[in-house]
């Protein structure tokens, strides 16, 4: 049966280890968190794409469909509008008129990935309408492309996350995807107030490596072995274990030079107040960090994440990846 109207979600990520040593080949971790993205898409006759999304300050914009994806696109339409005309151009269909909405139940400020979660919403929620079945690694692909179309470089990992859930092990560009199979990780998360750019993040460090080739690539290298030793402590929910690996993996990112004050304050206090280990999460520089307790320390970490002045987001991990609303 032919549908007009469809609501899809996809959830936001955190990137366990491995982060900018992953764009560069390097296997990293993600974990999928249970705040979503949300994307609702209506099939009309106007010949219009139009598209409200409050969360990035969009609202009314409409364009004719047959100019889609060309030329200026505003920056909170980008991702939506890029990953339809990608769509519509490989599976050769076209549409009489659209109309989108997304909703996010995290910030946009977050570093949880509500580019990438939208853009994954909207591959899917287009495979429901055309009736195209994409599976899992289509979505994956198309939206990846989508993501590298707008913003020149990534691995991908945010957008494994919206599409398959769970925890993954991830290589670029999707060469490995796997699901590791846990029960919980429940991690602390302390958001620093500060909002990181990634792609500027990216090329910071890539910076350093053209001046320092062999001690960038001998990090990315230690950062790979850090996942691959984390890899069966996150399956066996050795949490102490895997605290000491974020330990190191943090020292690694500190000495890209991706790290902040605001982050390493963060950081040690939830170390000195009982964690296992701590670390950034993502590109660094601002958004994230992470980190994991016994289960009788983990207020107390939060309570000292606050006191050096980062606010503590509650997420379950492990979550669902994309999926149709009833
Ligand atoms: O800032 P985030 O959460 O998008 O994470 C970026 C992680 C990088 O490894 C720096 C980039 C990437 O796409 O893997």
Do not use: W
């Amino acid at each position: 049966m032919k549908i007009n109207k469809v609501t899809v979600s996809a959830p936001g990520k955190l990137m366990l280890f491995g982060e900018h040593a992953v764009v560069y080949g390097h296997p990293c971790i993600v974990t999928a968190v249970d705040q979503r993205m949300f994307v609702t898409a209506e099939v009309n006759d106007s010949g219009n794409f139009e598209l409200e999304a409050p969360d990035v300050k969009v609202s009314a914009y409409k364009r004719p469909l047959s100019e889609i994806g060309i030329g200026e696109i505003p920056m909170g339409a980008q991702f939506v509008e890029t990953a339809i005309a990608n769509v519509v151009i490989k599976y050769k269909k076209s549409l009489t008129g659209l109309k989108v909405i997304t909703r996010s139940e995290f910030s946009s400020q977050f570093g949880f990935g509500s580019s990438s979660a939208s853009t994954v919403c909207m591959v899917k929620a287009l495979s429901e309408l055309l009736g195209l079945k994409l599976k899992e690694k289509e979505i994956f692909d198309i939206a990846f492309r989508t993501v590298l179309d707008i913003q020149g470089k990534g691995s991908g990992f945010d957008v494994a996350a919206g599409v398959y859930g769970g925890t993954l092990y991830f290589v670029t560009p999707g060469k490995t995807i796997e699901k590791l199979k846990i029960k919980t990780l429940p991690l602390i998360v302390g958001y620093s107030g500060v909002k990181a750019d990634t792609v500027t993040l990216i090329n910071k460090v890539s910076d350093t490596a053209k001046d320092y080739p062999r001690v960038i690539n001998g990090i990315y290298d230690i950062v790979g072995v850090i996942v691959n030793e984390a890899k069966p402590y996150v399956v066996k929910e050795n949490f102490e274990e895997l605290g000491r690996l974020m330990n190191l993996n943090q020292g690694l990112l500190e000495s890209m030079g991706v790290s902040i004050n605001k982050l390493s304050q963060m950081i040690y206090a939830a170390c000195e107040n009982g964690a296992y280990g701590a670390k950034l999460s993502g590109a660094g520089r601002g958004d994230c960090i992470i980190a994991l307790a016994p289960s009788k320390n983990v207020s107390t970490v939060g309570k000292a994440i606050e006191k050096v002045g980062g606010t503590v987001i509650k997420v379950k991990t492990n979550a669902e990846g994309v999926r149709v609303e009833k």
